[in-house]
């Protein structure tokens, strides 16, 4: 008796439910007009209810706001996109997904409530995978993975509450190892080592909160030493030497807090002041992260 009753109760929700679709107004998409981000149809007054449609085009709006299925494209840069999502009151939710006009899958986003939340996957348009981020409330909160066209893991880091942290590491294609770096509350923070597309090692050295620290070695292209540079705060400070392609010592110099000294300790003149390529490369790797571009895009659709 009780499966019979839900039974009934199923079957009278599925057609209450096909009789709301079936009176769902639809008129077209060109008929759509926005006011102080109100939709409403051109030469009406009352926002709008119902489904605005054309060519790969459907939006659902209950009362003039985006409440439901919606489905068009975007444009990034030269690439346009395909995309499906819904709308709860105006604001994403769920699983929205990017599309090439091939139909293939061109990344997953996951929203909750408007934030970016859970992992944002991406595809090549070979349908291998791309790479993914991982977000907890709009902010970065777990891995960050690359690959190659052809699936080689180029990039892997993790993030913490939206900075960087712990081991972050980067790959030449064909699995050679480019740079193993270390992170601290979003700064480079430990050591780093930087090899050459051959493996041969270019530089070793650690840093302090994006600071140049302790002992950093660097090398010839034949793996050979090539200087030995004393660095604190940021600062050549203690001996600097020089070596030759053969090993013999070209050059001793003594640093005092950047400036350069005699054996007296006597300044001589002051190192130039240059920025940091390494960390300036990190921060830039921070600002081309997928995410951000996607969700801006999908932000401003009106």
Request: glycine share 12%; net charge positive; charged share 30%.
């Amino acid at each position: 008796m009780k499966k019979r009753w839900v039974i009934n109760v199923l079957i009278a929700y599925i057609v209450q439910s096909n009789l709301a679709f079936s009176n769902l107004r639809r008129e077209s998409i060109n008929k759509k007009s926005l006011k102080n981000q109100v939709v409403y149809l051109i030469d009406e007054d009352l926002p709008f209810t119902g489904e605005l449609m054309g060519e790969g085009i459907k939006e659902e709006y209950e009362n003039g706001i985006k409440n439901g299925f919606f489905q068009g494209f975007v444009q990034d840069k030269n690439e346009k996109f395909m995309y499906e999502g819904k709308y709860i009151n105006g604001i994403k939710h769920g699983a929205w997904t990017l599309k090439y006009l091939t139909g293939d899958t061109k990344g997953i986003l996951k929203y909750n409530y408007d934030k970016p939340n859970g992992q944002w996957t991406y595809f090549y348009d070979n349908k291998n995978i791309e790479g993914y981020e991982n977000l907890e409330d709009g902010i970065l909160h777990g891995k960050v993975v690359k690959y190659s066209l052809i699936g080689e893991v180029m990039t892997k880091v993790e993030y913490f509450n939206g900075l960087l942290e712990g081991e972050a590491t980067f790959f030449y294609k064909g699995k050679v190892l480019e740079t193993l770096a270390s992170f601290k509350f979003g700064k480079m923070d430990g050591g780093i080592k930087i090899f050459g597309v051959d493996g041969v090692q270019i530089l070793e050295g650690s840093y302090k909160g994006d600071r140049r620290d302790g002992v950093w070695k660097f090398f010839y292209k034949t793996g050979d030493i090539k200087a030995v540079v004393n660095y604190k705060d940021g600062l050549k400070n203690g001996e600097t030497t020089i070596y030759d392609k053969v090993g013999v010592i070209a050059q001793k110099t003594r640093y005092m807090q950047g400036k350069e000294v005699n054996s007296d300790g006597s300044i001589l003149g002051e190192d130039k002041k240059m920025k940091d390529s390494i960390v300036d490369r990190f921060k830039k790797f921070n600002r081309n992260l997928k995410y951000e571009n996607y969700d801006k895009i999908l932000s401003e659709m009106e």
